[in-house]
């Protein structure tokens, strides 16, 4: 079962434009992480974000954390073509066994 | 290179065949896991290991098993193979619980 919903399930947006997704997830967690994938390629660890921080920056990426209404959004600005990927949350929750349960991702589209 | 090295790449075998993957986690790192992708049911967590040892279990068939070596490389088997096995076979590790993971590129296996 997928604890964490992506949305949009899919994004298409000019270079130069910034591109937010967003994540749902159901139970409490301990932290929340954002993964990038190429296509068929395996996935790239982006951001972790801990249950007792709001915001969490890393270059060009944004992500914040409302645990009140279990979601999240990664902003990534200034979007480039190589940005094209699909960008997956995934969420450590408690008494989970420290499995990481993903959403069925965000597909972006960065056109040049 | 993530430093996760899964082998073989691609497998193309027959339904009711025996299959196993190989993973070599990144130099340090304790927890192994593998997950599986397919384009229907997304990424979904298959079995954790930490330092030899089955620390949490998800959607993994029966027909389907891992272990973890002392070397600390992981080996999934997969037998009584179905069409529906066809997937992504992805194995991450991590230098503790809690952290963000670090994945291989990947076992693309095919059943026909």
């Known amino acids: 079962s997928q604890q964490g919903e992506e949305d949009p399930q899919a994004l298409s947006i000019q270079e130069g434009e910034n591109a937010t997704m967003n994540c749902s997830y159901k139970?409490?967690?301990?932290?929340l992480q954002w993964y990038r994938q190429n296509s068929g390629r395996g996935l790239v660890h982006l951001i972790l974000?801990?249950?007792?921080?709001r915001e969490k920056h890393s270059g060009r990426l944004r992500v914040t954390l409302d645990t009140s209404k279990k979601s999240s959004s990664l902003l990534i600005t200034a979007s480039r073509a190589a940005d094209t990927a699909s960008y997956f949350c995934?969420?450590?929750?408690?008494?989970?066994?420290?499995?990481?349960?993903f959403g069925g991702g965000t597909r972006l589209m960065v056109k040049p | 290179d993530s430093g996760v090295t899964q082998t073989p790449k691609h497998l193309i075998t027959a339904t009711g065949q025996r299959v196993t993957l190989r993973c070599s986690p990144r130099?340090?790192?304790?927890?192994v896991y593998w997950y599986q992708q397919s384009l229907d049911q997304g990424l979904q967590f298959l079995i954790q290991?930490?330092?030899?040892?089955?620390?949490a279990k998800g959607n993994i068939l029966e027909r389907f098993s891992a272990q973890q070596f002392p070397d600390l490389h992981s080996e999934l088997n997969l037998s009584s193979l179905e069409l529906g096995d066809s997937a992504l076979y992805f194995c991450?590790?991590?230098?503790?619980?809690?952290?963000?993971?670090?994945f291989g590129s990947g076992t693309r296996l095919t059943v026909v």
């Open positions: 974000i801990r249950s007792n921080e």
């Open positions: 995934a969420t450590d929750a408690r008494n989970a066994g420290n499995m990481l349960t």
């Open positions: 139970t409490s967690i301990n932290n």
């Open positions: 130099s340090g790192d304790l927890s």
């Open positions: 991450a590790s991590s230098v503790e619980q809690g952290g963000g993971y670090t």
């Open positions: 290991y930490y330092n030899g040892e089955e620390r």
